[in-house]
């Protein structure tokens, strides 16, 4: 399934490219993106709680989170779904809740490998490579967590 474009213009720049190994199959891996109540586990780096997460999932459907650091700092975050292939690929645009933020894409693929997922992640749209690497070190954060909740799914 793939949705109409969100009008969000992606500018060239910096690309974020992260691939990582769970011990879970695709197809939970697919729902840890996919469901609220996964969604909510894992989300944020360290230090932060996700909070008032909406997933309308369909092409062109939206998703929204808010993420909570430590000393009570709130940042929001949205987009809308592009492309849906469970258990193997979902697309999405993702934009902070601030004025003039700017609008990136993520797309994921997930595959199996011998009983495990793997899990390729790309960001693009950054602006600047300080943006992207922020992006890097917030995003491998959550994805240290994420082990943890797969084991307990």
């Known amino acids: 399934m793939t949705a109409p474009s969100d009008s969000a213009t992606l500018e060239a720049g910096p690309e974020l490219l992260i691939t990582r190994l769970f011990d879970a199959p695709p197809s939970l ?35 929204s989170a808010v993420i909570t650091s430590a000393d009570g700092k709130s940042h929001g975050m949205t987009g809308i779904y592009r492309e849906i292939a469970p258990p193997e690929r979902l697309v999405f645009s993702f934009a902070w809740d601030e004025e003039e933020a700017q609008k990136m894409l993520i797309s994921l693929t997930f595959r199996e490998r011998g009983g495990k997922t793997e899990m390729t992640f790309r960001q693009t749209g950054f602006r600047s490579v300080e943006s992207r690497d922020s992006h890097r070190g917030g995003w491998n954060e959550c994805f240290d967590k994420l082990p943890g909740f797969l084991a307990q799914a």
Not at 33 to 48: C, I, K, M, N, S
């Open 29 to 63: 891996v697919f729902k840890a993106w996919t469901q609220p109540e996964h969604l909510v586990r894992w989300l944020g780096p360290t230090g932060f709680s996700a909070s008032a997460v909406r997933i309308d999932l369909r092409p062109g459907g939206t998703w």
